[in-house]
C-alpha cells in the first residue's frame, strides 16, 4: 500500500476533535478538489509502498488507542480493509476518513471502523479545467453518491462533513440529505459544516457565517483546531 505519511497528533476535526490519534495518510484519490489541502496524497501522490506488518510496526511506536485512516482517498488503496481488520484485532479505535464515493462493502468484504467520517464534496470543489484538464470531469461525475453515503450511515456509526464555502452550499447540502433520505440513528447533529480555508485568518472570517448557517439548519458547527495549532503543515 502506498503511504504518505504516518503520524501520530491530535485529530483537529469533526466529533473527535481533541483526540490523541495516529493518522495514516494512503497515497492516491479518485477526486481533484480544487482546494484539495493535501495535494501530495491526491493531485501530485508521492509516498513509498509499505507492507501490512510496516504499518503496523509503525503504529504500534505510538502508545495510542485512536487510529485514522485518511488520505488521499484511502478506500482506494489497496489492502485497505486488511489494514483495518489488523488494527481492530489489536484492540484499535478506527475512524476512516472518506469522501464517501466508494462504498463500505465491495465484492462482499466490508470494511470495519468505529466511525466513518464521510465528507462528500460539493459544487465548490469542482477544479477549473484549465488547473484538471479531464479530472474537472470525473471530479464532477463521481463526487456526489446518494446512494453510497446511505450504504455508509447503514454500516455502522458516521459523521457526515461537508466543506462550505458560502451560503449557496446549503440547498445542495439539503438536496444531498434528502436524497440519501433518513437513516436510523442518523440525526442532523450529526452532520458538520466546516469553513473552507487553509489558514487561521480565512478560517475565522468564515465561521460566523457558518454558525448562523448551523443554528438555522440544526447542522453542528466544525472547526479546524489542527490549522489552528500548527498551521496548514504536513504531520499534523
Ligand atoms: S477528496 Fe480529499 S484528498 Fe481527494 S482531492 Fe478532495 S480534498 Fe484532496
Redesign the pocket.
Request: with cysteine; aromatic share 10%.
Given at each position: 500500500m502506498r503511504i504518505s505519511e504516518i503520524f501520530h497528533s491530535i485529530q483537529g476535526e469533526g466529533l473527535l476533535l481533541g483526540v490523541p490519534s495516529v493518522f495514516i495518510r494512503t497515497s492516491g484519490?479518485n477526486?481533484?478538489?480544487r482546494?484539495?489541502?493535501?495535494?501530495y496524497?491526491?493531485?501530485n501522490p508521492e509516498g513509498e509502498e509499505m507492507s501490512l506488518e510496516e504499518i503496523l510496526r509503525q503504529v504500534r511506536g505510538y502508545d495510542c488507542q485512536h487510529v485514522v485512516l485518511t488520505?488521499?482517498?484511502p478506500m482506494v488503496a489497496a489492502g485497505i480493509r486488511e489494514l483495518a481488520a489488523a488494527l481492530r484485532a489489536e484492540g484499535k479505535h478506527i475512524t476512516i476518513e472518506t469522501?464517501a464515493t466508494i462504498p463500505p462493502d465491495v465484492d462482499g468484504m466490508g470494511v470495519v471502523f468505529d466511525l466513518g467520517s464521510l465528507?462528500p464534496?460539493l459544487a465548490n470543489?469542482t477544479p477549473d479545467a484549465e488547473v484538471a484538464g479531464p479530472w474537472k470531469e470525473r471530479h464532477e461525475k463521481t463526487r456526489l453518491q446518494p446512494d453510497v453515503i446511505r450504504k455508509w450511515l447503514e454500516a455502522g456509526s458516521c459523521q457526515l462533513k461537508f466543506v462550505v464555502s458560502q451560503v449557496e452550499d446549503l440547498p445542495e447540502i439539503e438536496e444531498l440529505l434528502n436524497e440519501v433520505g433518513a437513516v436510523p440513528g442518523f440525526t442532523r447533529d450529526r452532520v458538520l459544516l466546516m469553513p473552507e480555508g487553509t489558514d487561521v485568518e480565512t478560517l475565522r472570517q468564515k465561521g460566523p457565517l457558518l454558525a448562523e448557517m448551523c443554528l438555522e439548519h440544526g447542522f453542528r458547527f466544525a472547526p479546524r483546531i489542527h490549522i489552528e495549532l500548527f498551521g496548514n503543515t504536513r504531520g499534523t
Open positions: 484519490c477526486l481533484r478538489c482546494w484539495c489541502d493535501t495535494p496524497a491526491s493531485w488520505g488521499g482517498e469522501a465528507s464534496k470543489s
